[in-house]
């Protein structure tokens, strides 16, 4: 089975910190992405990437750059965190278009 | 942008009970998919139909599709407690695309 593997489950940051999620798949999927979760708003997309140094903004990617460096990792950076960045992020894979995501367990992070 | 809507917003039902949920869309879509998220988790891949199916069966899940109404339904037949989570519907769009738009999913509670 195809692993999408975040990071870290839990995350506990300070106003204003850079910082890193990490997200690692190892089936050579072509394209992967970098949702938020809250509440009442669903899935919102932020970046994703369909090949090795690509990277498009999806519908919210203020406060937020990536980057991958390699196939098989694309890491979400928030470049100074606000408390308006505590969310859940979600990190996808797919193998093509239209054969459907493979996410990972998510990583909850909270901006105090 | 929020494409797709699934109704209920939540449902409780007892063990051995069917379950029906909708998801209505606003755009032509390529396929849509249907999701499960157990609590605090990522989310799991369940089903993928293509704009030009109209039905698709999966072990204990039936996913309807009907492209005139812009709509789509869930069913879990004979449903457990283990299928007690939020369940999602994502549209991909007719561009291609390789990103989806997720609804705000249903909460199902089974009772055992």
């Known amino acids: 089975d195809v692993k999408v593997t975040q990071s870290s489950r839990y995350l506990v940051k300070r106003t204003g910190e850079k910082v890193f999620l990490e997200c690692v798949q190892d089936m050579d999927h072509e394209n992967m992405f970098w949702y938020r979760q809250d509440p009442g708003l669903g899935l919102r997309l932020i970046y994703f990437s369909y090949d090795v140094k690509m990277k498009e903004k999806g519908d919210i990617p203020e406060g937020y750059s990536v980057s991958r460096e390699k196939k098989e990792r694309f890491s979400l950076i928030l470049e100074s965190a606000s408390t308006n960045q505590t969310s859940m992020y979600l990190c996808a894979s797919e193998q093509g278009a239209s054969y459907g995501y493979t996410f990972g367990s998510g990583t909850r992070l909270t901006v105090v | 942008s929020q494409q797709g809507e699934e109704d209920p917003q939540a449902l409780s039902i007892q063990e051995g009970e069917n379950a029906t949920m909708n998801c209505s869309y606003k755009?032509?879509?390529?396929?849509l998919q249907w999701y499960r998220q157990n609590s605090g988790r990522g989310l799991v891949h369940l089903i993928l139909?293509?704009?030009?199916?109209r039905e698709k069966h999966s072990g204990r899940l039936r996913v309807t599709l009907d492209t005139s109404k812009k709509s789509s339904s869930l069913l879990i037949t004979a449903s457990r407690a283990a299928d007690t989570a939020s369940y999602f519907c994502?549209?991909?769009?007719?561009?291609?695309?390789?990103?989806?738009?997720f609804g705000t999913g249903t909460r199902l509670k089974v009772l055992a």
């Open positions: 994502a549209t991909s769009g007719l561009s291609g695309t390789y990103k989806y738009i």
């Open positions: 755009t032509s879509i390529n396929n």
């Open positions: 139909i293509r704009s030009n199916e």
